[in-house]
């Protein structure tokens, strides 16, 4: 009998041996290399779209920063720079952007 530690550990080097199918096949090895190379190019574009997004949620935290109390529900979407980041990323991923959008033409009118 295996123990469960020692059949883990079997099972990880079993998937290694699907490896061996790439050096096999030449089509295959160049579809493996093409892909890990987009994958270089698109962590420098993460790296890019990131340093974009930092600085914007540092001006937002400038520039939005409001001690208004007729604006108290969105004091804390750019309260700091955790908070900024998570609104832009919410913002830039349009999820519930309607919702912000919607609360904040309800807030202005009141003004």
Known sequence: MCSPKSRATYERFKILRSLKMIARF?????I??????AFQSMIFILVLLL????????????FFKTDNPQLIEF????????????TLFQLFTMDQWYTLLKRLWIDNSKI
């Open 75 to 86: 004091q804390g979407a750019f309260d700091n720079l955790y908070r900024a980041m998570i």
């Open 32 to 37: 493996v290399m093409t892909i890990l190379q």
């Open 51 to 62: 340093s974009i997004a930092y600085i914007f949620a540092i001006m937002a935290v400038v």
């Open 26 to 30: 030449g089509s295959l090895k160049i």
